[in-house]
């Protein structure tokens, strides 16, 4: 029987939980991992990077009942971890769980970990009912938890770093958080986790030098890096696995130090690494300038690499929004140029988008709005929708809003602070009356961001500003002629899942030997769940079409023309809509 049992309750593959699982087993620790990532792709995001929040319940209580099948097994069990994240959509599964466990199980110790113990100890470890949690990295202070209370050491106990533990009412916090020197980084091993079919994920480095204001990474200055050779060797070996095709690097900014992913991936490309794997990975805009210009040498090599896809940390596409929350580091101008140049090397980019600061201005949230939306209709990258910025506690960003007046809590109430531990979220609205409505209109409605949806609302915004002359030239037009742009892309939209939708009904009606009639329609779709099985297919095929469709447009010549050939093949039409919609 495991003496800990590890928890993965999120949508991703346990990457942090294997790398724990190492060390305790490397400590002589019986540990095992209940990994339920199968689960929530199931049940909350079956779209990849879209969560249902209306399943969460639906989620937890299936783990309850996995969880129940696996009583015999854990009732004998010691110790239970679960790593907990600051953000609402994670804590409406952790928390509940945790909860459960220890409820279910009460002779065992629970025990918690992960960022949230870096922003909210006190509200994380009280709302989960935990007996002890791990703030920081957890690789030696977990095996040396585990060891102590086992040995019932009270004095070890004491001194494990970053516990944080209960003694009478009050929750005692560590005096320093629980961190690996540089020498155990260094010596680390790659560990790769396998996230979704032929992709694994790992790291090479931890830490950012960054330190942006709305962040909460633990470790912060220069990043502390795995040898080259560690991670260069274990590429080799897994390039014998000839399921895995993709490599994702989960560090917080791969490329901060230019000079170490030159040697590292200098050599991948020596070995051909580079043609047998594609590579993946998250970045800042000023990954890719060089003395306030486009490093254009950089992305070429990136490109060689193979390096296929990028998540990056833009933020926002106007200038005053950048200084407030990136420190001025780039211009909305030297973004918009980066991201042209990684289009033009062939590497799809994903641009995370925050909707403003405390100081931002109803002008400067239409700017960036406005851009991003268009960059995203012309298919130059993906653009998020600007998300309502999170306030970390104890952060400085945190405590200059909280002076200025400018926090809320989710649904838009003025944000207190209480005496007792309190989990509740705190959102950055800014101080312009103008776009403070705006936030708390939305916020009020449940909602985190502003998506083309919102283009109306927008356009409200704008000519209020343009009658106060406080407005951009021109915006409330531009913002006029973009929504009659969405509104044409909303019905191709449509008009792509009709035709999908028609196609594999007629498909199931020759299937049972039907007449292709209203008639046999109707008949079929009052079957249960048919009608839901052929609207899921077609919402499928229309977005692998969306998909296919939006690489074509990044091609010229010839590769043009094969993808438009591949896509004829497989949906029956290439870039003109409406078309023959048909699916092999």
């Known amino acids: 029987m495991p003496q800990i049992v590890l928890f993965n309750l999120s949508d991703y593959r346990p990457l942090s939980t294997k790398v724990l699982a190492r060390s305790l087993g490397k400590a002589g620790i019986d540990c095992s991992v209940l990994d339920f990532s199968d689960f929530a792709r199931k049940i909350i995001s079956p779209k990849k990077g879209f969560y249902n929040s209306n399943k969460f319940s639906d989620f937890v209580e299936a783990v309850k009942k996995d969880i129940n099948r696996e009583s015999n097994t854990l009732s004998s069990t010691r110790f239970f971890g679960i790593s907990f994240y600051d953000w609402e959509a994670e804590r409406s599964i952790t928390i509940p769980i945790a909860r459960f466990l220890k409820q279910r199980f009460p002779n065992a110790l629970l025990i918690g970990g992960g960022p949230a113990f870096n922003t909210n100890p006190k509200g994380y470890f ?26 019932s050491d009270s004095k070890a ?21 629980a961190m690996l020197s540089f020498e155990e980084i260094r010596g680390s091993p790659a560990i790769f986790s396998l996230e979704s079919k032929g992709r694994v994920v790992t ?28 991670i260069i060797s274990a590429i080799n070996e897994l390039a014998k696995n000839d399921y895995i095709k993709e490599i994702h690097f989960a560090d917080d900014q791969l490329f901060f130090n230019k000079d170490r992913i030159s040697r590292v991936f200098g050599r991948i490309i020596e070995l051909g690494l580079n043609k047998r794997f594609r590579f993946s990975g998250l970045a800042t805009i000023d990954s890719f300038l060089k003395d306030g210009k486009v490093d254009y040498q950089f992305i ?5 690499a193979n390096f296929s896809h990028l998540a990056v940390g833009t933020e926002s596409l106007n200038d005053a929004v950048l200084r407030e929350l990136k420190g001025g580091r780039y211009t909305s101008v030297q973004a918009i140029k980066v991201n042209s140049a990684l289009k033009s090397a062939g590497i799809k980019t994903a641009h995370f988008m925050l909707a403003g600061g405390i100081e931002t201005r109803a002008k400067d949230f239409l ?12 298919l130059s990258g993906e653009y998020a929708y600007p998300s309502i910025v999170q306030a970390f ?45 705006v936030f708390l209109e939305k916020m009020r409605k449940g909602g985190k961001n502003f998506p083309e949806g919102d283009l109306k609302r927008m356009i409200k915004l704008s000519k209020k500003l343009d009658s106060l002359g406080q407005n951009s030239e021109g915006m409330t037009r531009r913002l006029q002629r973009q929504f009659g742009n969405e509104e044409i892309i909303y019905r191709e ?37 048919v ?54």
């Open 393 to 437: 506690r104890g952060s400085a960003f945190y405590e200059k809003a909280r002076k200025e007046g400018a926090l809320f809590t989710q649904m838009g109430r003025p944000f207190k602070e209480t005496k007792k531990p309190s989990i509740t979220t705190a959102f950055v609205v800014p101080k312009d009356p103008l776009l403070r409505e």
């Open 126 to 151: 009280s709302a989960a009912k935990l007996d002890y949690a791990i703030a920081g990295e957890a690789e030696k202070a977990l095996p040396a938890l585990v060891k102590a209370v086992l040995a």
């Open 203 to 230: 790291y090479s480095e931890r830490g950012c030098g960054n330190a942006c204001v709305f962040c909460s990474v633990p470790r912060r200055g220069m990043p502390v890096a795995l040898a080259d050779e560690t």
């Open 300 to 304: 070429n090599f990136l490109k060689r």
């Open 367 to 378: 700017e960036s709005y406005y851009r991003g939306l268009v960059k995203s209709y012309r």
């Open 157 to 177: 106990l004491h001194n494990v770093d970053g516990l944080v533990y209960r003694s009478g009412k009050r929750i005692i916090l560590p005096q320093k958080k």
């Open 493 to 529: 939209r449509g008009n792509t899942f009709y035709n999908f939708y028609l196609n594999f009904l007629s498909n199931e009606m020759k299937k049972r030997g039907l007449k292709i009639n209203h008639r046999n329609h109707m008949k079929l779709i009052r079957e249960s769940g």
């Open 531 to 584: 009608e839901q099985r052929l609207f899921d297919q077609a919402r499928l095929a229309a977005r692998k079409y969306a998909s296919a469709r939006a690489t074509a447009e990044g091609l010229k010549g010839k590769s043009r023309l094969m993808q438009v050939r591949k896509m004829r093949q497989k949906f029956g039409v290439g870039m003109t809509l409406p078309g023959r919609f048909k699916v092999k």
